[in-house]
């Protein structure tokens, strides 16, 4: 007798599996059939497995039980989500897939987790993956994190500011080492290119490595202050490795890597030792997969890869992408317990200025990076102003002190002019959670 399910996909739970040998991926999905009140979700689901691993929608001779058994994905957990509509089905589910399928391959890993899947169900999403120890071993994580970065800053405690070179793209050479360098002396402790910024008729990494390392030189023998500038190579996989190797002889101190290039080639970078430098990985070629994979699934998969640094989205900016929650988990998947590896840094971004310390700080901890470029290069008294203003911001939060009570101050007149431009918000609190307003305690002044 044949199952309409295979036993072979369906009986197992995640307390079952071998978890040294299979990674795991939490996936939501949802699906609706018009006037139809029955959906077999176990059969779509068993496509899905199939086609993560062995099959096809026809099963043929030669994908035996033996060969199912070894390398097929399995149901580890379904969690049905009560629905009103007949004709909706939604749950979270789980499946493994094992590792002896591709061994250490993360081009064939995201084939497993994150292929075919997608056209599957009507409304699917990636929500997060668990690694096995077997397959991280082969990784090594953030070289630098949290922790090396501080170290190479001298910077023990606080967040760190960082100056978004702008315009995109455009600039000479020397307009952007310019550029850099009155920030710089305002304070900036980090710089970086932005991800549009390439070799094009009028500069090239070569020369504007120069330029930028010269500026922060010069800014360093006037300030005694370091800062660490991430310069651009992102370029075709078969050259990225070598413009690495080259912008670290040129004396560069940090790089920048937008995703697109793959995770693959990222942790072709990251892991050669030859490039002791800290490694920045922008995000915008993920906003493409948004719908179908959740921002800490891609934390998560550039920390195994080895950045120590990535932007992710926050409610607050310009363009809140994803929930407040979401945003936040980034930073909890960033740098919790991770087979021990570094800390990643959070770097939420879009947008921001200095009015937002008071939100962005209590909400990701001191340990993040807070990037800016309208919202420092933008200030009414320039540039430097613009970095002094980020500078004073986080030292109010850091002291406990009000921002407006901050940059009343006459030594802070550089905040008190960037929040008279962008103003600043407060976070809506709800202390008492559910309970409604009318309900919550209100403090008096006892008589004596």
């Known amino acids: 007798m044949e199952r309409i399910h295979d036993p072979v996909i369906f009986q197992h739970t995640l307390d079952g599996i071998d978890l040294k040998n299979n990674i795991v991926a939490t996936y939501y999905m949802k699906d609706r059939m018009e006037g139809v009140d029955f959906i077999d979700h176990y059969k779509l689901i068993e496509s899905i497995a199939i086609e993560g691993s062995t099959g096809s929608w026809q099963r043929v001779e030669e994908e035996s039980d033996e060969v199912r058994e070894m390398l097929s994905g399995k149901l580890v957990g379904y969690f049905e989500i009560p629905c009103d509509d007949e004709y909706t089905k939604s749950a979270v589910i789980q499946l493994a897939f094992p590792i002896n399928a591709w061994d250490n391959n993360v081009p064939m890993m995201l084939l497993s987790i994150a292929g075919n899947c997608f056209a599957y169900s009507q409304k699917i999403r990636l929500l997060d993956v668990i690694f096995p120890e077997n397959m991280v071993k082969n990784f090594q994580g953030p070289k630098f994190g949290v922790e090396g970065t501080r170290e190479l800053l001298g910077i023990p405690e606080r967040p760190l500011s960082l100056h978004i070179i702008k315009p995109k793209m455009g600039m000479t050479p020397k307009q952007t080492g310019d550029q850099v360098y009155q920030t710089a002396i305002g304070g900036a402790d980090m710089a970086k290119d932005d991800e549009m910024t ?105 920390r195994l890869c080895g950045a ?71 200030h009414p008294d320039g540039y430097t102003a613009g970095a002094e203003a980020w500078q004073q911001a986080i030292a109010s939060v850091m002291e406990g002190v009000p921002i407006t009570d901050f940059a009343r101050k006459p030594a802070h007149k550089a905040l008190r002019r960037a929040l008279e431009k962008w103003g600043y918000i407060e976070r809506p609190s709800t202390p008492w959670l559910r309970v409604a307003p009318k309900f919550h305690p209100k403090p008096f002044k006892m008589e004596e």
């Open 198 to 302: 390439s070799d094009t008729y009028n500069n090239n990494f070569r020369d504007r490595l120069k330029h930028v390392m010269d500026a922060i030189g010069r800014a360093e023998n006037k300030t005694g202050k370091r800062m660490i500038y991430f310069c651009s190579i992102t370029d075709e996989v078969s050259k990225l490795h070598e413009k690495a190797l080259e912008a670290v002889e040129l004396g560069a101190n940090g790089l920048l890597i937008a995703y697109s290039v793959g995770l693959s080639a990222i942790r072709e970078v990251t892991s050669d030792p030859k490039i002791n430098i800290p490694v920045m990985v922008h995000n915008s070629h993920m906003i493409a997969s948004i719908d179908c994979i959740s921002w800490p699934v891609f934390t998560k998969l550039l």
């Open 308 to 378: 120590d640094q990535t932007l992710t989205p926050t409610y607050w900016s310009s363009i809140p992408m994803v929930s407040l929650e979401e945003g936040l988990r980034c930073q909890h998947v960033a740098q919790a317990p991770f087979f021990g590896f570094r800390k990643m840094w959070s770097m939420p971004a879009a947008g921001t200025y200095p009015g937002l310390a008071p939100i962005l700080i209590p909400e990701y901890g001191k340990d993040i990076i807070i990037p800016s470029g309208g919202g420092m290069l933008g």
